[in-house]
């Protein structure tokens, strides 16, 4: 953006500023842009799979976190944006510099290999939902001209980005088109719902956003009854627990990702930003980010809750039986079958077709419930109330959108990544191959190492990676806020600087607290060895760690952010 346009928009700012806070947020709203770009990364297929596990798994019980979780992150990019624009400097430069230049390498190198990786399940999402619920280019073959097709959009809409004043302005636009379609898709979905006969219990809805951190260790209240009820209670409390801890990490992980922390700073700065922009920033972070977050992820969560907790899919438990009279989907029926074996294994019996339907209906709902569904059994449950093609293009519209956004705000943030890592401007062609690799990775990845594989379900193991790699951000921004060699006049004083280190610090413990569940309830194994991944991620981890303190007493200093007072 030129000098001229920067110099335009800040006295606009300032001469709003001192009319008062009405004036300030019109004009604010004329100039959003960067949180914009933070919303339509955090909608994506992990914002999409976590809402809709958390519905699934903890009903209306869980629609606190994610945006408790957004809440704090929006604390830690305030924090970020805090400082890139008081300070002038390059944060990554200002963390090699100041802080450590382990973690302002392993903040940068996380936040590439976080985009490579998180690329692929929006590309496989987009195509479900292109094939699935628009029925589009669902032909042999289909699945090419999808990746093709996502590829292409988000390498045109990238281009605009960085080609112009006039391309800024587009790309700005079709953006906040795409996040509210995003938004107004999935609310009519709740809308559609709320109509029904039924209705929906807003009672419970509402109760349901008081945080309620026992969820960790306790099943969900509507599932309690059941696993009492059952012929394996031990068993079954144990398995949803654990599947309740892997979907609130999944959930907190896509809430703010470690990428954004990367994007935000290096967008305002694109921008031509500065300190008078703050005040800006942190109203674009709540209408571009937080709003059409708590919008769209609560009316998932409450279709999700509505249709699947606790209530199988129609046939499903008596599908055993001799008078079982609806058809089910083999593939879910499969997955019931086998919650049923495991379940019946762990208590040394066999899984027989006969033993399996004499079980005791608590024992055949919960088998039912943990059945992962995606956004296109969703669609299908919602056909008797809005139709069956009206209820598919609502979700594929919403699930569509989600995919693109992200799809290319994922290859914005990896060029900048790429320029920081190399020293060179966020601009040109060292730029432009940036931006592409996540494309490239995404697309061959969605093809060839994930196809034919549960689509939707690819966000979990992903956010579990995510919520590993995001204290790194959270703990290297921390530092930085509060080092007053790099903070000079702007380092913050008295009770603001309190209550900014008070909710960082409980940002940063939510963070830690995530990756640590993260990394404990991994039961995963190298393939055909019993060597467990987490014991390798810890191991890394532990190096870093090591490596960090070297470097610190080899500067032979203590770090500026502790000894600032």
Known sequence: MSDSNIDQQREMILAAEQQGKAAAYRTYLKLSGPGWLQGAVTLGGGSLAGSLYLGIIGGYELMWLQPLMMVFGIVMLSAIAYVALSTGEKPLDSLNKHVNPVLGWGWAVATLMANLVWAMPQFSLGTAALRQNLGLFSFSGGEYVCAILLFAIGVFVVWLYDASAKGYKIFDILLKVMIGMVVMSFFLVVLVLTTSSEGLPWGRIFAGFVPNPGLIFE????????????????????????????????????????????????????????????????????????IPFLLATSCVVIAAASQFHANPEPGLIEVHSANAMVEVSPKLQEAYEGNLTKMLAASGQEATPAIMGALPEADRILAATLIQRDAFALANSLEDLAGSGFSQILFGVGVFGMAVSTIIILMLISGFVVCEMAGKPSTGRLYQLGCILPAVTGALGALFLWSG???????????????????????????????????????????????????????????????????????AKFPGTELAVKHIGLTIFALLFVWAIILHFKKGKRPDAVSST
């Open 219 to 290: 099943p969900a209240s509507s599932l309690r009854g059941l696993i009492a009820e059952s012929s394996a209670a031990e068993y079954w409390h144990d398995l949803v627990v654990s599947d309740q801890r892997d979907r609130i990490v999944a959930a907190a992980a896509t809430a703010v990702g470690i990428n954004m922390t990367f994007l935000l700073p290096y967008s305002m700065m694109k921008r031509g930003w500065d300190k008078n922009f703050t005040g800006l920033a942190k109203f674009d972070l709540a209408t571009g980010l937080f």
């Open 453 to 523: 594989k549960a689509q939707f379900y690819l966000a979990v193991p992903t956010s579990r990676f995510g919520m590993v790699l995001l204290p790194i951000a959270y703990i290297a921004f921390f530092f930085m806020m509060n080092n007053k060699k790099l903070m000079g006049d702007a380092l913050p004083k008295g009770a603001s600087r309190i209550w900014w280190n008070v909710l960082m610090i409980i940002a940063v413990l939510l963070a830690l607290v995530g990756a640590a569940i993260s990394i404990l309830n991994d039961k």
